[in-house]
């Protein structure tokens, strides 16, 4: 008892108070910038190991970057990315950041479904999918529930059955074999059903896109309420990401 | 003293060896003597696959020595036409690479005792599908099945687990996987830039971002004849036992929480927080990510790094060891954690499980200590080891590995190697013809990474060998007479990956 009271006592208050307000610091790498100086947009382009950056403008599509950072290395005269977390949207165009941009990439509440805020009240409650994920971004998942980030506080929750869950988060490329399941699944969920894409493996098929073992049938066939980049995406970019979606402020 | 032979050709880790140097060998003898270096328990299977040449297959054969830290390959060439007889059936830790080998070239055997798919990959001619696996079945009303997954209640990955039972005892226990499926392998080859394949290096299970990107790393070194510097193999080092540090520090968390002790779940998870915002500082992501890049690193380790880590250690240190003494000397985590999840050093040597499972009965694998690479060649590593094959054997070895990690990293930090000269080996030329293999001991045991090169020294076969393949087994073993309700106990205190295994 003594033990559990003095182990409680050494560790203090360990939860972030303002998660809406809490800043990450480089080189942590979120929001990327494009400058508009002179350069080679389509050697910069061909550089991209994912095929996330296009030309004219010269743009980084967060729903495909994997956040390597290495175009910022060798062209950093051109890109840097910032350490903005809060780069989520329920509009996949809105990922794509183009040379100039100084906007943050944020959500859009003028066409967040309505029936989302009508049958979710102050509760969300999501059935998460590892469809391939590589247990990356599930971990992060994991982490945004602990004791520091604490996303339950915003009443956000993962559940066990898809019955209970009011929509589905899915992370990973989506495999075929698991293309099944992640049907199964959706079809069990509540209204309003609402669907998150977490991580750039979800978003685009990140760095296995090309790859013939991947069923992203799913995906292309229903409407995305909110789409979360990162490789995998940190517990910030996730709680601030469906706190926006919610309108929870 | 180890005997010279000519149907063998020892390499050392890292190392390439040109295919026309590794003997081909009849199959019969190829099966004999791999089964036959298995006997002692100081050898076991690092790797085990197939290279189609033509109509037939090159079988390769990578068995880890462990008293002399070499490799022994060896090679035979097979038709796929007739079935053969299995090392499977000689030894039991050669079964999912034959299972592999079976499903993506449809070599049948005669005597394999588990022939059944291993991960349903793409690409092969009449792909069976996922939902039709062939689990082991039973008759009569005494018995009944529980069947759990691919979605699992928690937050983790996909994967089926049917299990028979007797009432509340488990009398056997069947995994299946494959749900994870991407087709990395096959994506190192059709991939052809180097950026490309570090960055899928990293993916193969994102809770080992820097193991794999480490062995990926060291062997495209190997293949291209660099050889990275001091600096760089400290960043490795340091990026490894810090991943461990914080997946081990996550497990006891989460073992915690499976026996309902709340404030060890709670400490415990929020102690792993300081570790991965660390990496993060350093590299800018919480796994490792950008960190391990073949000949170079754009993150070089600095002394103000060094500093913050150790102010991060000083706090850590404390905080750790009162929690973790506090929650292995409680009555009722002993009661759940000792004699749970018991096997034998038998069990662990005749399946082939590396990492903590197999230190757990005592059996000392350890790449670390028995094939070391770059940094942990300057000293000598001592694997911890326990008896008794438990839960708490495999709670408390990571305990353990936390403290030795974090002496470890400290020694290293108190004098760092200057930062070496960034090399860009994007257009350097691999060895061609040849074979290169890496081993490096991640958090959760051996990882394997080979790779076979063409003519042009293009990469023609990637394989990856993640602690897990050898391990889920273990874990089926392992819950075997134990009531179902300490599988989630007994599967925590294995921790496999499901994509490292599905690749």
């Known amino acids: ?249 | 003293m180890i005997e010279k032979r000519k149907d063998i050709v020892r390499i050392k880790n890292c190392e390439t060896v040109k295919l026309n140097r590794i003997p081909v060998l009849d199959y019969d003898s190829f099966v004999d003597l791999n089964s036959f270096f298995l006997k002692d328990g100081t050898k076991h299977v690092s790797h085990f696959f197939a290279f189609p040449s033509g109509k037939k297959l090159r079988l390769f054969s990578l068995i880890a020595d462990d008293i002399a830290g070499d490799i022994i390959c060896s090679s035979s060439i097979i038709s796929t036409e007739k079935p053969l007889p299995s090392v499977t059936a000689l030894h039991h830790s050669f079964h999912p690479f034959e299972r592999d080998i079976h499903e993506k070239f449809g070599v049948q055997y005669t005597d394999h005792p588990w022939l059944k798919p291993l991960r349903f990959p793409a690409g092969i001619k009449d792909k069976k599908k996922i939902a039709d696996y062939p689990f082991y079945l039973f008759e009569g009303e005494d018995l009944h099945e529980v069947g759990v997954g691919p979605i699992h209640a928690g937050v983790i990955e996909p994967g089926h687990f049917r299990f028979i039972c007797n009432g509340e005892k488990v009398l056997h226990l069947e995994i299946q996987l494959g749900y994870q499926h991407r087709g990395v392998e096959e994506l190192f080859v059709t991939k052809k830039r180097l950026l490309e394949r570090i960055i899928l290096s990293e993916s193969i299970a994102g809770d080992t971002t820097n193991g794999h990107a480490t062995a990926f790393s060291l062997l495209y070194e190997s293949l291209c004849g660099f050889k990275a510097g001091e600096h760089l193999s400290f960043v490795r080092t340091l990026a490894l036992e810090l991943e461990r540090m914080a997946i081990h520090t996550g497990d006891l968390s989460a073992l915690a929480g499976d026996v309902a002790y709340q404030l060890g779940n709670a400490v415990l998870g929020r102690l792993r927080t300081p570790i991965i915002n660390y990496t993060q500082s350093w590299g800018g992501n919480r796994l490792g990510r950008g960190l391990i890049r073949p000949g170079r690193t754009n993150f070089p380790y600095t002394a103000e790094l060094a500093e913050s880590l150790d102010k991060i250690f000083n706090e850590y240190e404390p905080h750790f060891a009162e929690m973790a003494d506090a929650l292995f000397a409680r009555p009722s985590v002993q009661a759940r954690f000792e004699k749970t999840g018991v096997l034998s050093k038998e069990d662990i040597l005749s399946m082939g499980a590396v990492g903590t499972p197999a230190r757990s009965t005592g059996v000392k694998r350890d790449i670390r200590s028995t094939h070391p690479h770059g940094y942990y060649l300057s000293f000598k590593h001592e694997p911890v080891l326990l008896p008794q094959g438990d839960v708490y054997a495999r709670a408390y070895i990571r305990g353990r590995e936390i403290r030795q990690s974090m002496s470890l990293i400290r020694k290293m930090i108190a004098s760092i190697p200057a930062a070496d000269k960034n090399v860009d080996l994007s257009d350097k030329k691999c060895a061609a013809e040849s074979l290169s293999v890496s081993l490096v001991e991640g958090w959760r045991g051996e990882i394997c990474h080979a790779a076979i090169t063409d003519k042009s020294g293009n990469i023609a076969l990637y394989k990856i060998k993640d602690p897990s393949m050898h391990n889920w087994f273990a874990l089926a073993m392992a819950v075997r007479g134990e009531e179902i309700s300490d599988f989630p106990l007994c599967n925590k205190s294995f921790n496999l990956s499901y994509c490292g295994h599905d690749l």
């Open chain 1, 1 to 249: 008892m003594f033990r559990s009271l003095s182990i409680v006592f050494h560790n203090g208050k360990q939860f972030i108070p303002d998660i809406r307000g809490t800043k990450l610091a480089p080189p942590f790498r979120g929001l990327p910038v494009i400058r508009r100086v002179r350069a080679d947009d389509k050697k910069i382009a061909a550089f991209c190991p994912v095929g996330a950056i296009s030309t004219a403008p010269l743009s980084i599509d967060l729903g495909k970057c994997v956040f390597c950072g290495e175009c910022a290395f060798a062209f950093p005269e051109k890109i840097s990315f910032t350490s903005d977390h809060i780069i989520s949207t329920n509009i996949r165009e809105r990922l794509v950041v183009k040379e100039g941009d100084e906007l943050p990439v944020r959500t859009d509440r003028d066409v967040i479904r309505p029936e989302i805020k009508r049958i979710c009240g102050r509760s969300l409650k999501l059935r998460e999918i590892s469809a391939a994920g590589d247990n990356s971004a599930e971990w992060e998942m994991t982490a945004s529930g602990n004791v520091q980030f604490d996303m339950s506080r915003f009443g956000i929750e993962f559940v066990a059955s898809p019955k209970h869950a009011d929509g589905i988060l899915i992370t990973g490329p989506v495999s075929e074999n698991m293309a099944r399941a992640v049907e199964i699944c959706y079809e069990a969920a509540a209204d309003p059903q609402i669907i998150i894409l977490a991580g750039t493996d979800a978003i685009s098929g990140g760095i296995f896109k090309e790859s013939s073992a991947l069923q992203r049938d799913f995906v292309a066939r229903h409407k995305i309420d909110l789409y979360i980049p990162g490789n995998p995406p940190h517990p910030l970019t996730i709680i601030n990401g469906i706190v926006d979606l919610m309108n929870w402020d």
